[in-house]
Structures are given as C-alpha cells and as structure tokens.
C-alpha cells in the first residue's frame, strides 16, 4: 500500500507542477502576494480607489502575483477578471492592473464598460510610457500609484499628454521621406522580383527599403514595419493595388463579433 501511494505521487508531480495558478480571493482594492509594497503604501493605494469608486462607481483593483506561469499573464488576468467580477452589474466598469513580479510582465484588464476610455492603445501608453520606467528603476509603488493615477484619469476623461519630441521627430522625418520610400519599393520591387524571382526579389527589396528607412528616420521599430509592408506589397505584386493584376483572390470578412480580453500587455 505505501509503495502504491508513492506510485502515485511520483506520477502526479508533473501535472501538480504544471497546474494553474490560483485566483486570490477578492479581500480588497490591492491584493500584494509577494510582500512587494509596504502597509502605508497599499493603504494610500486603497484610499486612492476606495474614493474613485465612491466617486465614479467604477472599481479599480491592483493585484501583484509572483508568477502566473504556466499561463501567459493574458490568460490568467481573464481568470481573475471572471472570478473577481468587478464592475457594476450592465455596466461593466471594471478593471485590474495584474503584476506579474518574477515574470517581468503586467497588464490591465479592462471590462467592456470602460474599453471607450481605457482602450487598447490608451492601456498600451499607459504601461509602457508610464508604469515600466517605473519598475526597471525598481520603484514599484511608484509605477503602480503613477499608473493607477492615469487609469482614474482617463477614465474620468483627462487625455493623455501628447507623444514624446523625439518620437514627434521620427514621424516628421518619415513624412518627409516617405515619396522616396515609395518609388523605391514600387520601382525596385518590380525589378528586383523580375531578376531574381517573387520571394527573393520581396525579400531583397524589403531589406533595402527597411534599411533605407532605418537610416533616414532614425528609428528601427518603424523601419522595421516599413520592411514588412513592402515585402508583403512586393510579393503580393503592388500593380494589384491599382487595379492592374487581374482577379484578387478572397473574399472572406470577419462577420463583426465581439470579444472580451480588452487591455494591453506589456514587460519591464
């Protein structure tokens, strides 16, 4: 019998270790399970959203986790927003910034009802511009408080301050050179996909084009965009933008249906 047990303890270990991690109960506004923030700073955090749900009715909640491995943060934040429920009842103005403290990684939840304030783009900014300056300095209450700050003030209707200059710089050096980006990529793709074949051609006049871009703009993430786009233009065969290629193949549409899982994601 006890040669049995141990068989059977040995046997379930992998799925035990590979089990979901739980859902805290909901026992107020912050729940911090990895000792990370001190009691003042989860009671002025509480202050904070207990005012804002008095206020605005919406409700606000912080929880810090030490991992949701093995589901991605994504998966397990719905968990939470499902069990935890926050938010009226038909209005649906909920959500939840989740930190993932081991993981590197957090996101806000957002119910259906703020998705108009608290978009994808908003939440986005929100993280990245905002909250993770924060944390790679170490300075976690402070990227929460900063965060929760924005998220009370968007959705009470404040906007978001404007991109930064330098960012407002690469997008102006764009415009300026995106006529040349496009005769290059028309004229060279055609020329490059007749000498060399459809895919290396594409491939070819994407890296050029990219490169090019990277060089002029002085930013790698649009250049790296610009790459795509023209290889999927290229390859494609950019003549069937015009109208010039002939028949266009599918005509399949997605029929408009809607989904939960609103926010955004982001790592530090």
């Given amino acids: 019998m006890y040669k049995t047990a141990l068989w059977v303890f040995a046997i379930c270990i992998p799925f035990l270790a590979a089990a979901d991690q739980p859902v805290p109960s909901l026992t107020g506004h912050v729940i ?6 001190s009691q003042d700073q989860i009671q002025a955090l509480e202050q904070t959203l207990r005012t804002f749900e008095a206020n605005k009715g919406s409700q606000l909640a912080v929880l810090i986790v030490a991992s949701t491995k093995p589901e991605s943060i994504e998966q397990y934040s719905i968990r939470v927003a499902e069990q935890w429920k926050l938010g009226r009842t038909k209005v649906d103005d909920g959500a939840i910034l989740l930190i993932a403290k081991d ?3 957090l996101r806000i939840e957002v119910g259906y009802g703020l998705e108009g304030a608290l978009n ?8 990245s511009e905002i909250i993770v300056p ?7 209450y ?3 408080a900063a965060g929760v700050d924005r998220m009370i003030g968007t959705i009470n209707g404040e906007p978001l301050p404007g991109p930064d200059e330098n960012r407002g710089a690469a997008e102006d050096n764009l415009r300026r050179i995106s006529p040349l980006i496009l005769i290059v990529a028309l004229v060279g793709g055609v020329m490059l996909r007749s000498f060399l074949g459809r895919f290396p ?3 070819t006049t994407a890296a050029l084009v990219g490169l090019m871009t ?10 790296v965009g610009v790459a795509l786009l023209t290889f999927l233009l290229t390859f494609l065969g950019v ?3 015009f109208g010039l290629g002939g028949k266009q193949e599918g005509g399949f549409r997605g029929g408009g249906g809607g989904f939960g899982g609103g926010g955004a994601s982001g790592r530090w």
């Fill in 120 to 127: 994808d783009a908003v939440s986005k900014r929100i993280i």
């Fill in 239 to 241: 003549w069937s933008l």
């Fill in 214 to 223: 990277w060089w002029l703009a002085g930013t790698l993430v649009v250049a």
């Fill in 134 to 140: 924060r944390f790679r300095e170490g300075d976690f």
């Fill in 201 to 203: 051609g594409s491939v």
């Fill in 32 to 37: 911090d399970q990895t000792q990370t923030l």
């Fill in 142 to 144: 402070g990227g929460i």
């Fill in 103 to 105: 993981d590197r990684t």
